[in-house]
């Protein structure tokens, strides 16, 4: 569980992207253009409501060759800790869908768009059935910020993070 919570606080470094044209961007659906939000690397100070502590992380994102998943390789400096997460739209279940992976802990999470708020809403659970919430609101093209909340079984709140994000110029 501590090993979620480091990597879900401190989303890093990644792999170079591979940019799509406008002909890829156009063949993807307007669900899966929401997604594009997401693309790049942003800078974060991210914040531990629980404990206090603040951190600084980059996050890079990039398509996946056929433009379908969102691909996200993070790595923690300080703990030396890597993770994966793929990001996609499920037109069967119109609902976005995630899957967070550690080495010690897979997490698939829902997520629904809301266009007017220019937010994504996620909920799930870990594997120690323990709740994840969550947002993340773009500002604007170029700033977003999030919550997540970690919470136990019985409802009491393990773990709650902000984050203020800026994406970087490319």
Partial sequence: MRCLLLILSVPVLAVGARPLSAD???KRSDELQVLDRFIGTWDSVVTNKTTGEKSSTTEQR???RKGTFVLSEDFNPT???EAHFLMTYDPHDKAYRTCFMAQS???P???TWEEEAQTMGWNGADA???RVTGTRRFIDKDTAEWLLVITNPEGQVLTELSAKQ???KE
């Fill in 24 to 26: 890829d961007t156009a």
């Fill in 62 to 64: 990039r398509w996946s």
């Fill in 79 to 81: 703990t030396e800790k």
């Fill in 105 to 107: 802990n897979t997490t």
């Fill in 109 to 111: 999470i829902r997520g």
């Fill in 128 to 130: 120690y059935n323990n």
């Fill in 166 to 168: 800026k994406r970087r």
